[in-house]
């Protein structure tokens, strides 16, 4: 999990067990950065539990294509299913290289 701030630079970076319990750690630690409907989820797929999760606990999510998030961590190897949430005050700005990034 990459949390950027308003100006798209990464202001947490962690890894969750892919549990329930992990799921509600998630939500969590993402309550930490304010209302859920204000901080969006970009993740590799449009489903799943861990979407169900986010979506119940009133985060946006929005399905990417995995080499977006594959260019915006460097083509470092993660989990599988990585996600990035944004503010929404800045719903499409992160740190990437120009044109290699779909978030």
Not at 24 to 50: M, N, S
Request: hydrophobic fraction near 35%; charged fraction near 20%; charge should be negative.
């Amino acid at each position: 999990m990459c949390v950027v701030d308003d100006a798209g630079h990464q202001a947490t970076a962690f890894v969750i067990a892919h549990t329930a319990d992990g799921f509600d750690q998630l939500v969590a630690r993402l309550g930490r950065y304010g209302d859920p409907a204000g901080l969006p989820v970009a993740i590799e797929r449009p489903d799943g539990r861990l979407v169900d999760r986010l979506l119940e606990a009133g985060h946006p999510v929005a399905p990417v294509q995995p080499n977006a998030i594959k260019a915006c961590r460097g083509g470092e190897g993660r989990a599988p299913s990585t996600t990035l949430a944004m503010p929404r005050s800045s719903p499409n700005t992160c740190d990437c290289a120009p044109n290699t990034c779909g978030c």
